[in-house]
């Protein structure tokens, strides 16, 4: 049963850079046709989508995150990442990881399984 | 963006009885492929979401068959034929038809 695990600091200065890997275990990363994700909840709030990755690199990013954003994956390792540049209090969530069954296009299936989740805070 | 509307923020339900959460959205999530690109989540306390129903219909693997998506277009419905203890938490309906996908504010489910 494939598992992923979220992993990285859980604080981050203002103006500093956000960096977070998800680890899977139980399966292979690069198998199937699956893409993966990332998700955050800022406290209070409601689930807000980030982005997502294909084994190939290719990514579709959350346009209101974009100019800040980077993701990369790493086959060797069972790994893909996360890069948020700039952060600020508004970056303070819950950041989780997931895989996605299927996208074809812009359109894409389901998210499961997700991993624990990583609070992480902006704060000096 | 796609705008996800859930019009009930919270509900309290006596356990056994039936529960029932609505989502609309701003635009058909109707695909060319016949499917409603329509996913609930369920949050309980301390935990991650976890899958409940795909595609606005298709239960998932482990869910309990008291829950039942149904809908198709812009309206959808997460019903819960009796309600138990551990249904507590936050119900999200997601789409994915457009990027970025978007989520509803969230139902917060409690028992009386």
């Known amino acids: 049963q494939v598992q992923l695990q979220e992993s990285g600091p859980g604080l981050v200065k203002p103006s500093q850079t956000l960096s977070l890997t998800c680890t899977v275990s139980g399966g292979s990363l690069s198998s199937g046709h699956y893409y993966w994700t990332w998700i955050r909840r800022p406290a209070g709030k409601g689930l807000e989508w980030i982005g997502r990755i294909y084994t190939s690199g290719s990514t579709k990013y959350n346009p209101s995150l974009k100019s800040r954003l980077s993701m990369s994956v790493d086959t060797s390792k069972n790994q893909f990442s996360l890069r948020l540049n700039s952060v600020t209090a508004a970056d303070t969530a819950v950041y989780y990881c997931?895989?996605?069954?299927?996208?074809?296009?812009?359109?894409?299936?389901?998210?499961?399984?997700w991993g624990q989740g990583i609070l992480v805070t902006v704060s000096s | 963006d796609i705008v996800m509307t859930q019009s009930t923020v919270s509900l309290s339900v006596t356990p056994g009885e039936p529960a029932s959460i609505s989502c609309r959205s701003s635009q058909s999530l109707l695909h060319s492929d016949g499917h409603n690109y329509l996913d609930w989540y369920l949050q309980k306390p301390g935990q991650s979401p976890r899958l409940l129903i795909y595609?606005?219909?298709n239960r998932a693997s482990g869910v309990p068959d008291r829950f039942s998506g149904s809908g198709s277009g812009t309206d959808f419905t997460l019903k819960i034929s009796r309600v138990e203890a551990e249904d507590v938490g936050i119900y999200y309906c997601?789409?994915?038809?457009?990027?970025?996908?978007?989520f509803g504010q969230g139902t917060k489910v409690d028992i009386k």
């Open positions: 997601m789409q994915a038809l457009q990027t970025p996908v978007t």
């Open positions: 997931a895989r996605v069954a299927y996208c074809g296009g812009d359109s894409c299936y389901w998210f499961d399984p």
């Open positions: 595609l606005g219909s």
